[in-house]
Structure formats: structure tokens, C-alpha cells
């Protein structure tokens, strides 16, 4: 079955660390984008690819990074520079010029 | 001023009521409107779109009033299942596809 994959599920960062979320979409999508959700809050945009190896930051940016080497394939990388990076990331995908988002089950990141 | 902004609830009602939820926008060029469910911890799900018309979906209406810039979910003989965060979600204000989503609703339907 065709579908988004966002691993893991759960992961902790210690303090000052990088850590890499992995996103992958065998739905054949173009585009693909990271949100980040606040308890009480709606999804932020953090990141959107639109094609191979082009990307685009969204609202909040700051302290993460991506790439698109692969239509498959947008990981997030939460640096050391992201302040405040206990939160969950949603991964979504989409054809070109569409609305139709599909999203994967999501990765609940948890600084300790 | 918030782009989406929605009534955090949370609604409690019972079985078999009828209950509705608004969401208000702030852009007036916004041209594609949403309404997704999310579960506790979960991911969200596109529930149905919003046409200018109006439109249902078994036991749910959406309407869109463009002029006073809000959309409105209305669910009809709930059911516990209902039970979720409902998400407003307008386009972005540039090409890209880009959504912006509410805070959402919360539901609870009780027996």
C-alpha cells in the first residue's frame, strides 16, 4: 500500500544535540512538507519541497534544516540551535498543485 | 491576529446532538478551504473541503461565508466516535500549495 512513513514514532534529544526525523512517501508525491504542532496549537510550517533538491523555508525555520536528495525522501534535521524543540513533527506529501495533503503518523521529539 | 482562528472548545455533548463549530480566516484572497479531523496523538485527516456553495457529507455541512470570512462545520446526530479536535484549514497566500491550519475544536461526545 502506498503511503508516508515518518520515523521513529518517539525520539529524545539530550540537550545541544542534532537528531535527524526521517520521512518517506512511495505515493509518488512531488511535494513535501514538515509542520511542527504544539500542545493547543495548530500545525506551523517549518519546510516544503516542491521538487528534487529545491526546498523552501516556511514560517518557523529557524534551527532546522532539510534536503531532497530523493523524490522519496525529505528528513528534518532539529539542530542545536532550535531553542525549544520538544513538540510533535508531521510530515505530509502531495502531487504538484494540490491541496490533497497525505501525512504520516508523526515523530513526538522530547528534550531531556 | 491569527490567520485561522477557531473556538478551542471543548464541546461536550451528548449522543445524537447536533453541534457546530466556526472558524474564522483572515485573509480575504484565501480560495481553498478544509476541514480535518485529528485525533488524540495522532495525525491529522482531511474530514472534507469546503465549497462556496455549501456541501454535506452524510452528517456533516460545511459552509463558507466569504464576506464575513468564516467557515462553519456542522455535525449532525453525533456519534462517540466524533470524539476529536477538528482542524480549520485555509491555503496559503502565495502559489506553493502551502496550508494553514487552526488551533482546532475539540469535541467530546459522551454517551
Known amino acids: 500500500d502506498g503511503g508516508i512513513t515518518q520515523s521513529p514514532k518517539y525520539l529524545f534529544r539530550k540537550e545541544g544535540q542534532n537528531v535527524t526525523l526521517s520521512c518517506e512517501q512511495n505515493?509518488?508525491?512531488?511535494?513535501m512538507y514538515w509542520y511542527r504542532q504544539d500542545p493547543g496549537q495548530g500545525l506551523r510550517l517549518i519546510y516544503y519541497s516542491q521538487i528534487v533538491n529545491d526546498f523552501q523555508k516556511g514560517d518557523i525555520a529557524e534551527g532546522y534544516s532539510v534536503s531532497r536528495e530523493k523524490k522519496e525522501s525529505f528528513p528534518l534535521t532539529v539542530t542545536s540551535a532550535q531553542k525549544n524543540p520538544t513538540a510533535f513533527y508531521l510530515c505530509?506529501?502531495?502531487?504538484?498543485?494540490?491541496?490533497?495533503?497525505?501525512f504520516g503518523s508523526g515523530t513526538r521529539l522530547t528534550v531531556v | 491576529r491569527k490567520e485561522v482562528e477557531q473556538d478551542p472548545g471543548p464541546f461536550n455533548v451528548p449522543e445524537g446532538a447536533t453541534v457546530a463549530f466556526n472558524c474564522t480566516y483572515s485573509n480575504s484572497a484565501s480560495q481553498s478551504f478544509f476541514w480535518y479531523r485529528q485525533d488524540c496523538r495522532k495525525e491529522p485527516k482531511l474530514l472534507m473541503s469546503?465549497?462556496?456553495s455549501g456541501n454535506e457529507d452524510g452528517r456533516f455541512t460545511a459552509q463558507l461565508n466569504r464576506a464575513s470570512q468564516y467557515i462553519s462545520l456542522l455535525i449532525r446526530d453525533s456519534k462517540l466516535s466524533d470524539s476529536a479536535t477538528y482542524l480549520c484549514?485555509?491555503?496559503?497566500?502565495?502559489?506553493?500549495?502551502?496550508?494553514?491550519f487552526g488551533s482546532g475544536t475539540r469535541l467530546l461526545v459522551r454517551p
Open positions: 469546503v465549497y462556496s
Open positions: 505515493l509518488n508525491h512531488d511535494a
Open positions: 505530509a506529501s502531495s502531487i504538484v498543485d494540490s491541496y490533497g495533503y497525505t
Open positions: 484549514v485555509v491555503n496559503g497566500e502565495d502559489s506553493s500549495y502551502k496550508l494553514i
